[in-house]
């Protein structure tokens, strides 16, 4: 089966490169070929595409199917690494490097799926191969146009490159269906399910209901219209999964089905989740979504065992213990700013049965009020990743707090060069002391740019991106979190502790306990002196999920726990 998959996606592909995408191929050919799920929204942005994708992930997994995720974003950079966290959310790293879509991080956290750059796919890549094309002459003769060469280029990236044994490939397609620069990827859709046929492609539309509270009744008129923008373009959604606060009626999903034309079986609710965003799947599953997928792509269906996820809730719903942590940043108003940060902070809740009470702090805040004010009954301090000068003088006061008060620390990226810099000032007493990224003139340049970084003049995918070894130093702290001295963790930085000064910190006391071992980068501090103070250079957020909480995270929390019960006695 595999290896009859095989030649013909050989063959497929072959078309692809010669532009010649189907023509040679027929529809029946593709009967063995992977079964394709599209995810449209609509009426508003910021609606939970990427978690029902993700969701439905993990129940087509959970029916032993080997799937594939990507996400399709119109806008036109080449990928979001270099939009600010404020419009776009975070910027969320692979282990291959590549700077993606938060999306693709529910996606990870809710499958088994290996990621790379080739599942997140932007406008502005689309074109630049295009354009690419276009300059080496492989349109020859041509008028290059959106259609077909845009749309065939997005139905290349969509259908080739997935490992041969992935059986079902969920495609999400970012923003609204009524968006000007969405429309030649929705084209691309219509014409893929034209070519592959019924049966092989199905359209899944994720909408909202928006609850009129003096009326008391969900609306279902902004979904028709949007149902209707998507059959005008020739879509027509095989199902309906409709966001809503409160539970549907029948009437409405008769309304539903009457109007956007599915069945009333295929009218799903999905309703604001209680507790958190990993009762997703069961809820999904309790509408029956996992079977009437299956049915539709005409594979068959097995008994699930959700006991994962059930497990997974009933320990988020009983927590035996409380703790306060505040993460400090600059982008505390935009909650998806820090998403992976969050959600491995819940994760670590998970492991230790603690429900982790996040307090965003705005860095800037510190600076002008009274610091330990705001951050007293803390028992823990996160300071994230972070770019630029704005709100660093913030961020240090927190860790100063907490070095000094001996409240748990952990700091990630940013987080740990600032309690480099931070050290360097209050205890070797480099008044100074600063990263060139803040301050070119400092005498005193603890962090500097790395040597490789130095020739770098473009600004996108140029950093020290994915993931790179480490070793954790013998009997340190950060050992003993992760129970193992070698480990991989992802990056995305250009500035670096500046080993110049590695004797200097080690003799006053913060020991440089990871090393990446050939280049010998320092990718880890800690105070032997502290309870749990922890600075690391990469991002250890990437890799944390609910079933798998990071160690890093469950180790600081648990070390929050100890810091509150040893107050309180
Ligand atoms: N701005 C710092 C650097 O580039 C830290 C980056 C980060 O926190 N992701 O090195």
Redesign the pocket.
């Known amino acids: 089966m595999i290896f009859t998959r095989f030649v013909k996606r050989y063959i497929y592909n072959l078309a692809l490169s010669r532009n010649n995408v189907f023509i040679s191929i027929q529809q029946r050919e593709f009967q063995e070929f992977m079964k394709l799920i599209f995810v449209t929204g609509g009426v508003v942005s910021s609606l939970g595409k990427g978690l029902t994708a993700a969701s439905l992930g993990a129940l087509l997994e959970n029916q032993g199917l080997k799937v594939g995720l990507c996400k399709m974003d119109p806008y036109l950079n080449v990928d979001p690494g270099t939009m600010s966290p404020s419009q776009h959310g975070e910027v969320y790293v692979l282990n291959d490097g590549a700077e993606t879509d938060l999306d693709l991080g529910h996606y990870e956290r809710f499958t088994h799926a290996v990621l790379t750059r080739r599942n997140s796919v932007s406008s502005g890549q689309i074109y630049e191969t295009v354009l690419r094309k276009e300059r080496n002459g492989d349109y020859l003769g041509n008028t290059v146009q959106v259609i077909p060469h845009v749309t065939d280029e997005i139905k290349s990236r969509i259908l080739s490159g997935w490992s041969d044994d992935v059986d079902v490939v969920i495609a999400e397609i970012g923003g609204v269906v009524g968006d000007i620069e969405g429309l030649p990827f929705l084209e691309a859709l219509r014409q893929i399910s034209q070519e592959l046929g019924h049966g092989n492609v199905l359209f899944i539309h994720v909408t909202l209901l928006p609850y009129l509270k003096a009326s008391e009744e969900l609306k279902s008129k902004p979904s028709q219209q949007s149902v209707a923008k998507l059959r005008e373009i020739g879509i027509q959604p095989d199902i309906l999964i409709c966001r809503t606060e409160v539970p549907m009626d029948e009437s409405i999903r008769r309304k539903l089905s009457l109007y956007c034309n599915v069945p009333t079986s295929a009218v799903i609710e999905e309703q604001d989740v209680q507790h958190s965003i990993y009762e997703l799947p069961l809820c999904l599953h309790k509408e029956h979504l996992d079977s009437l997928v299956l049915s539709k792509l005409g594979l068959p269906i097995k008994e699930p065992s959700l006991s994962v996820w059930e497990e997974i809730v009933n320990r988020i719903k009983a927590p035996k213990h409380h703790v306060r942590i505040g993460v400090v940043g600059k982008y505390m108003e935009v909650r998806d700013a820090y998403k992976s940060i969050y959600e491995a902070l819940f994760h670590a809740g998970i492991a230790n049965e603690c429900k982790v009470d996040v307090v965003p702090i705005d860095s800037e805040q510190l600076e002008q009020g009274d610091a330990a004010l705001i951050l007293q009954g803390l028992n823990g301090i996160l300071v994230p ?3 630029g000068a704005r709100g660093i003088e913030g961020k240090m006061q927190a860790i100063r707090y907490a070095r000094e008060q001996k409240i748990p620390y952990l700091g990630i ?2 987080g740990m ?1 600032l309690a480099v810099i931070e050290f360097a000032r209050h205890v070797l007493g480099y008044s100074d002391a600063n990263s060139t ?1 803040m301050d070119t003139k400092t005498t005193h340049p603890v962090v500097s740019l790395m040597e490789q970084q130095k020739q770098q003049q473009e600004m996108g995918g140029t ?1 020290r991106l994915g993931a790179a070894d480490c070793l954790l130093a013998e009997k340190s702290l950060i050992r003993k979190v992760y129970g193992q001295a070698d480990i991989s963790e992802r990056h ?4 670096e502790f500046n080993s110049a000064y590695a004797e200097a910190f080690e003799s006053a006391g913060m020991r440089l306990v990871g090393k990446q071992p050939t280049s010998g980068l320092i990718e880890a501090i800690e105070l032997p002196e502290h309870p749990w103070f922890i600075g690391v250079q990469f991002h250890p957020e990437f890799q944390s999920k609910p079933h798998r909480p990071h160690p890093l995270f469950a180790g600081f929390v648990k070390a929050a726990m100890d810091c509150k019960t040893k107050k309180e006695r």
Not at 492 to 495: I, L, N, S, V
């Open positions: 990743g972070g770019f990226c940013l060069q990224e950093m995305r930085h250009r500035y």
